[in-house]
């Protein structure tokens, strides 16, 4: 009996250990991911405005995309951590919901991304040919 109780107490405070660690690593994550998210909004924003400064042609969307999908995988790394600590179903499908939806915004965001390269490599192949029409003349 005496090795029973000790046993049960050494899991017990494994468990509240366990849960402590996961809480505090749940709460580093998603601070990690909103200071990621305001980082790149802000050094987009000032891009932006020195572009605007310099009449210079800029684009944010692909900077402020990749700081986005940054910002958000740290939060989903968050709540992956807190399905370890999960004590029911009915939380456990609350989670799976909203990393399912941060995923689908992941996957937008990543996309958009690609959307926006590949128009900037054709607008920068049609000024190039415009250059070069220009120079023949």
Known sequence: IMFLFTVESFLHGYEY???NIAHLVTYTLEMIGIVVIAVGAFRSIVKQCINYVKKKDSNIKIDLGNWLALGLEFKMGAEIIKTVVARDL???AILGVIIGL?????????WEIKTEMKEQ????????EEKEAKEEK
């Open 17 to 19: 250990f366990i849960e």
């Open 90 to 92: 009915n939380e456990l």
């Open 102 to 110: 941060r995923a689908v915004l992941a996957l937008l965001i990543h």
């Open 121 to 128: 490599e054709l607008h920068q192949m049609k000024k190039e």
